[in-house]
T-cell receptor
Framework: DTEVTQTPKHLVMGMTNKKSLKCEQHMGHRAMYWYKQKAKKPPELMFVYSYEKLSINESVPSRFSPECPNSSLLNLHLHALQPEDSALYLC???????????????FGPGTRLTVL | DQQVKQNSPSLSVQEGRISILNCDYTNSMFDYFLWYKKYPAEGPTFLISISSIKDKNEDGRFTVFLNKSAKHLSLHIVPSQPGDSAVYFCAAPDSGTYKYIFGTGTRLKVLA
């Protein structure tokens, strides 16, 4: 099973709403990632979790709040977003948070977020 | 810092022919690279990787070549099929971290 799942597939929210994106993998991976991708741009790293601890925060605004409840789950809590936050949000996982052999990152299908 | 460049934003190839997608990087401290294929509104799909202990890695119709001295890698798809039409990203590790830097992507169109 090399699958990373994400829910919901699509999300429309107002600027005052609070919502959460969810990601799950059952590959035994201990590193999980959140990326943001705008149209015609490469994925941009937001957060990295390694062994359920936050390892990297790429200076992401506090209106995005990640959470890793256990080794299989990763959430991204959203609050008071702006229209420019509309994008495809991608979750990925790898065996460990390291580059090199056996640490290929596998991506989920993404959540298409629209902020009105 | 690592920079990853894919200088061809788009490429059109006839079905059955070879597609060659190129990628250049700047920092060779960590020579391990990934290629992804991405369809619109979907997450990237991992295709193939290569490390510095090799200069070639093959998986079915996909072969990646690494030229360490030129800091260049290329993805060959042969024979190309219409279902290969997608955006292809290469990714390289950022220096000293386990963060991957993605290139800007090449949109491949395989014509039937």
């Amino acid at each position: 099973d090399t699958e990373v799942t994400q829910t919901p597939k699509h999300l429309v929210m107002g600027m005052t709403n609070k919502k959460s994106l969810k990601c799950e993998q059952h590959m035994g991976h201990r590193a999980m990632y959140w990326y943001k991708q705008k149209a015609k741009k490469p994925p941009e790293l937001m957060f990295v979790y390694s062994y359920e601890k936050l390892s990297i925060n790429e200076s992401v605004p506090s209106r995005f709040s990640p959470e890793c409840p256990n080794s299989s789950l990763l959430n991204l809590h959203l609050h008071a977003l702006q229209p420019e936050d509309s994008a495809l949000y991608l979750c990925a996982s790898s065996l460990q948070a390291a580059s090199g052999l056996y640490n290929d990152q596998f991506f989920g299908p993404g959540t298409r977020l629209t902020v009105l | 810092d690592q920079q990853v460049k894919q200088n061809s934003p788009s490429l059109s190839v006839q079905e059955g022919r070879i597609s060659i997608l190129n990628c250049d990087y700047t920092n060779s401290m960590f020579d391990y690279f990934l290629w992804y294929k991405k369809y619109p509104a979907e997450g990237p799909t991992f295709l193939i990787s290569i490390s510095s202990i090799k200069d070639k890695n093959e998986d079915g119709r996909f072969t990646v070549f690494l030229n360490k001295s030129a800091k260049h890698l290329s993805l060959h798809i042969v024979p190309s099929q219409p279902g290969d039409s997608a955006v292809y990203f290469c990714a390289a590790p950022d220096s000293g971290t386990y963060k991957y830097i993605f290139g800007t992507g090449t949109r491949l169109k395989v014509l039937a």
